[in-house]
């Protein structure tokens, strides 16, 4: 079955310490890559996706992430979190098409000390 | 901005309740789903529509019937509701192609007592 996998449920850093957090997909064909974003108590928002070309995508705050096909992998990387990015973070994939459903990873809670 | 309205916040429900939750989009969207998030599980799609009058089931639509009678409006039925219906349900809305952004309502959190 189709699925998306967080390997991480919560990560806590001190501020200034880089991030990863990581997601690999199982789906066969050509997919459509999101990380999305809900800070406490908001909705969820867009961090960055990827859909074609450059497989090094730039988001809003100073994320990026890179999708590896090889590896069915779009990890989420930041150099340096902030006390404000303590959020919870959710990986998302759906196949390529106009009427297709997404499907989400599990969610990291990424807690930053200040 | 889009905008995705959801009817309540909060909404506390007895076993075997009839409970019907409204999502409106005001952007003209043809796509719009209904998840339910639950701590370690993530967002888990019960039901997508891509047009008026169409509906295709998600990952766990058991319990659950929705309703799209009107392009700006989906709404998710919850014929008797159970005690592991307590959740979070968030409706999201979508433009045509799957690689556009899905924008989601502020939640709606149900107890179901």
């Keep these: 079955a189709q699925s998306v996998s967080q390997h991480n449920h919560h990560v806590i850093l001190s501020e200034a310490a880089s991030l990863e957090l990581g997601c690999n997909y199982s789906y066969g064909g050509t997919v459509n890559l999101f990380w999305y974003v809900q800070y406490p108590g908001q909705h969820l928002q867009l961090l960055l996706k ?20 090889s590896k069915f992998s779009f990890n989420l990387r930041k150099p340096s979190v902030q006390w404000s990015d303590t959020a919870e973070y959710f990986c998302a994939v759906n196949e390529v098409g106009i009427n297709n459903d997404m499907r989400f990873g599990a969610g990291t809670r990424l807690t930053v000390k200040p | 901005d889009v905008k995705v309205t959801q009817s309540s916040r909060y909404l506390v429900k007895r076993t075997g309740e009839k409970v019907f939750l409204e999502c409106v989009q005001d952007m003209d969207h043809e796509n719009m789903f209904w998840y339910r998030q639950d701590p370690g599980l993530g967002l888990r799609l019960i039901y997508f529509s891509y047009d008026v009058k169409m509906k295709e089931k998600g990952d766990i639509p058991e319990g659950y019937s929705v309703s799209r009678e009107k392009k700006e409006r989906f709404s998710l039925i919850l014929e008797s509701a159970s005690t592991n219906q307590t959740s979070m349900y968030l409706c999201a809305s979508r433009s045509g192609y799957s690689y556009n952004e899905q924008f989601f309502g502020p939640g709606t959190r149900l107890t179901v007592l």
């Excluded at chain 1, 990827?50 to 096909?69: C, R, T």
């Design chain 1, 50 to 69: 990827y859909f074609s070309g450059d497989p090094l995508v730039k988001g809003i705050k100073g994320f990026e992430a890179e999708f590896i096909k």
